[in-house]
């Protein structure tokens, strides 16, 4: 009888240590999407500001093609 007590009082201590382990793991998700969220913002501002970029450096490629072809002229 008293191996049972005692098997049931492990078996009790482990629950709690899962317990707490599956919040410790529910924590860090919260922390991954929190991340992931400003990841994805960080990325959209990103792209936004590449296509800023292509589109003066294709303006800047016509005005340098403009001037090399009025110069060959």
């Known amino acids: ?3 049972l007590i005692e098997a049931q009082k492990r ?14 793991t529910e924590e860090r ?3 991954l999407a929190e991340a992931q969220k400003l990841t994805e913002a960080n990325l959209s501002k990103l ?7 292509r589109e003066q450096l294709g303006g ?10 009025y110069r060959a002229y």
């Open 47 to 53: 792209v936004e500001e590449h296509k800023k970029t």
């Open 29 to 31: 998700i919260k922390e």
């Open 11 to 24: 078996t009790d201590e482990r629950i709690k240590e899962l317990a707490e382990a599956q919040r410790q």
């Open 1 to 3: 009888m008293q191996e």
């Open 60 to 69: 800047f490629s016509h005005k340098v093609g403009y001037i090399l072809e």
